[in-house]
């Protein structure tokens, strides 16, 4: 047992360390472009539109009720769901639970996860992540939905979730928070941090080259930690797939479901790893960050001069060779794959103008007959957060989902359009924010003193005034984005042309027959740099930036190209929005607090009285005809006979122990024939009492786990030799402490804690300490 979790966490620690050797020397090089950039300067343009600073301070994306398929207990529950300014999605066993301030039952960052709606797309994904024990058109369900309107989080490596709402409105505007909350937290790395984020992501695209993995990467998804657990699983989750899957016991649905229990074992065992140690290589390269930048704040003239020098003796070895690949197979392509780019982006920047526009021209049309300070902050406070409402953004993202780049999958290495969308998503999501808050700040600045018809007018300038600003800004964002989408798409095509013959690279990791004069050659550059500067010129960096500038100048023609002929509204650079607004910049970044001002409150309230202020919810609630707004207890659930609970596997005496605590009287309801639900089953579901657990269900979870565990190391023992030094693993401590010590005031960076597995002592969990935190609505139901 033992044996397999020292297995993998070896497996972690080589990669990790191969990882570090790269972090280190990119880390220095990120450290010079940084200090570089600011002795010299540099040319960032000027944005017409504002930015604030904390749009989501004081905020909650959205909270409400759906139900939850619980894995251990193999039955559906109601669960209160609350999404705050994380964009974390936090479990709770009802409103109530939340309110009065109680741990959640469990946690879910959407890192790496995909939101789907179709059993028929998760089985899809699922048969393709099982090769070996694909299901058969006649076979059993993978688990029974209550309803047809499933919500489904899942991932290639961690545990699955599973939802379902009762209506198709429902379950769209979840979608839409779910992928809202995939969305934002795939995108994990700050753009605040100038020298460990590059120092990064650098170092992770050398790491992947040398592996020859060129091209983009789908699993690039969340913070640090996890996209190195990812980095791990890439290699080590196909060899545990093959060791262990071929020799799972049971039906094929057990089969499936021990599966995604070891490797959701395996992941998690694997990230905490791999935070642990990039936690310790961060904290080394920040210790030594004082030595380094007073070396070159010293010598960076110097050190400039050196790299130059280096960079044009480069430049004359391996420019002939990267000509003749961008001319016979780069630049035929450059404006088609250009195209591909352009069309849905501006659509979905285009939808985004819309609805912007849509939003002010309503805010105008309100203050016509009432234009007081309070209706105005009250119209104000309701498109305030539009660019982080998810469902009215969400015509805009769909825009951009229809980006196709199928031609390029196999020429390129794109292995998905999906880095782009998510990239092109975020970016509209930034300019409507930032529309939007232009508009909040100009409108604030013109409400005293003008009042009636001559505010009217005021509130149409701002409008005005905000359009022709975010066509300007889109303009320049969108054609950033193509120029930098080009790149990513053709240098790693490029570098891996070269490889063979000229990437230093390619030179330390291939046999010396396989390798040319040049890439014999390339290397002996670095007796060109000073031992002092060696830390902060890399040959291998050189060679790509050479590559990229080698072909920047073809596609920022192909850009211009596109901007003369006037396609997709974009601007000229030489078009610039001088002077228009010389004073806008002088405005605040913080968020106008609307709703403050209209109760005539602003910040804590006076006298020294603790503001238990609402945080304000962004997306408002759907209230369903004949149905409570939320569910909040199981006595709640719509009509226990729509609720099937799978009991495939449960004898005669498993069922008769699942009794409720407190049994209520039942009233027979008539079973539609076939039906699999037993009288038992359904007492169980409508039992109000789910803080205590009975022990033969918690023993029944584990003792599943355990088999499918011991069933794996017979196996691993009748193949001694198989390849268990290269990633078999043994966890069945592991499987076992994570299936049943997990505790409601626990989480991890995984995501999820069971909701079921409590202590049965535990009844009525203590609430926390911090200030209790409630949820109000800012957008009506209509506004949705």
């Not at 939101?115 to 058109?137: I, P, W």
Request: aromatic letters at 8%.
């Amino acid at each position: 047992m033992q044996t397999w979790a020292n297995d993998v966490d070896t497996r972690t620690s080589a990669v990790m360390s191969e990882f570090g050797r790269f972090y280190e020397q990119q880390y220095a090089v990120a450290l010079f472009n940084s200090v570089r950039y600011e002795i010299e300067g540099g040319g960032n343009t000027q944005t017409q539109l504002l930015h604030r600073k904390d749009p989501l301070k004081n905020k909650s994306i959205f909270s409400g009720g759906l139900f939850q398929y619980l894995e251990e207990s193999k039955k559906w529950r109601s669960r209160f769901l609350y999404v705050g300014d994380s964009y974390n999605i936090s479990l709770y066993e009802s409103k109530a639970a939340h309110d009065r301030g109680l741990h959640s039952k469990g946690v879910i960052n959407c890192a790496g996860y995909r939101a789907l709606t179709s059993m028929e797309e998760y089985l899809g994904l699922l048969n393709n992540s099982l090769s070996d024990t694909k299901a058969k058109a006649a076979s059993a369900p993978f688990l029974k939905c209550p309803s047809q309107f499933p919500l489904i989080l899942w991932h290639p490596y961690a545990r699955h979730h599973y939802f379902c709402v009762m209506t198709e409105k429902e379950q769209k505007k979840w979608h839409a928070i779910f992928q809202d909350c995939v969305r934002h937290s795939n995108n994990g790395l700050s753009e605040e941090c100038k020298v460990a984020t590059p120092a990064f992501t650098d170092a992770l695209r050398l790491y992947r080259q040398a592996k020859g993995h060129y091209g983009t990467w789908d699993m690039m998804c969340g913070n640090q930690a996890q996209i190195l657990a990812n980095l791990v699983m890439e290699t080590l989750h196909p060899e545990l797939k093959n060791l262990i899957v071929p020799r799972l016991k049971g039906k094929l649905q057990q089969r499936q479901r021990d599966w995604m229990l070891i490797s959701d074992a395996v992941y998690r065992q694997v990230l905490s790893q791999t935070k642990t140690q990039h936690e310790a290589l961060a904290q080394v390269c920040e210790v030594e960050r004082p030595r380094l930048d007073s070396a070159l704040r010293t010598d960076m003239d110097q050190i400039v001069t050196s790299k130059e020098h280096v960079s044009g003796k480069i430049r004359a070895f391996v420019l002939p060779r990267v000509e003749q690949l961008v001319r016979s197979k780069v630049q035929p392509y450059i404006h088609s794959i250009l195209e591909a780019l352009m069309e849905p982006t501006s659509r979905g920047f285009s939808e985004v103008r819309d609805i912007l526009f849509r939003e002010l021209v309503e805010v105008s049309k309100n203050t016509m007959n009432d234009s007081s300070s309070e209706k105005v902050g009250e119209h104000m406070d309701k498109i305030s957060m539009l660019a982080f409402h998810p469902v009215k953004m969400q015509s805009c993202y769909e825009k951009m989902e229809a980006l196709n780049l199928e031609g390029l999958q196999q020429r390129c290495d794109v292995s998905s359009p999906s880095v782009f969308i998510q990239r092109a998503q975020i970016l509209m999501r930034q300019q409507m924010d930032n529309a939007v808050h232009t508009f909040e700040q100009l409108v604030h600045q013109s409400l005293d003193g003008h009042s009636g018809e001559d505010f009217c007018k005021t509130i149409q300038r701002c409008q005005d005034r905000v359009l022709k600003k975010y066509d300007y800004d889109s303009s320049t964002v969108r054609k950033k984005f193509f120029r930098e989408a080009l790149l990513q798409i053709i240098i790693p095509y490029m570098l891996k042309q070269l490889s063979p013959s000229c990437s230093p690279v390619s030179s330390r990791n291939q046999p010396l027959s396989l390798t040319s004069r040049s890439a014999i050659e390339l290397p002996k550059y670095k007796e060109l740099i000073f031992e002092d500067f060696s830390r902060f010129i890399l040959v291998e960096n050189i060679f790509e930036e050479v590559v990229l500038q080698s072909v920047s100048k073809d596609i920022m023609m192909a850009v211009k190209e596109a901007v003369v002929q006037r396609r997709h509204n974009l601007y000229r650079d030489s078009m610039v929005l001088t002077n228009s607004d010389p004073n806008l910049h002088l405005l605040g970044e913080d968020t106008i607090d609307w709703a403050g001002q209209i109760r005539g409150v602003k910040g804590e309230r006076q006298g020294g009285e603790v503001a238990n202020r609402k945080r304000r919810q962004i997306v408002s609630m759907i209230q369903l005809d004949g149905m409570p707004l939320l569910y909040e207890s199981c006595q709640e659930v719509p009509g226990v006979d729509g609720i099937p609970e799978e009991n495939e596997g449960q004898t005669e005496q498993d069922l008769e122990t699942e009794k409720p605590v407190n049994p209520i009287q039942h009233v027979p309801i008539e079973k539609e024939p076939g039906s699999p639900d037993s009288i038992s089953e359904i007492r169980d579901l409508i039992n109000p009492v789910l803080e205590v657990i009975e022990k033969d269900e918690e023993e029944r979870c584990v003792s599943a786990i355990e088999s499918a565990i011991q069933q794996i190391e017979i196996a691993i023992q009748e193949d001694p030799i198989e390849n268990l030094s290269e990633g078999a693993i043994d966890s069945d401590g592991e499987f076992a402490q994570t299936s049943t010590n997990s505790s409601p005031f626990h989480h991890d960076d995984s995501g999820f804690q069971s909701p079921a597995n409590e202590n049965v002592e535990e009844v009525e969990p203590q609430p926390i300490t911090d200030e209790v935190v409630d949820t109000d609505q800012v957008i009506s139901a209509h506004d949705v």
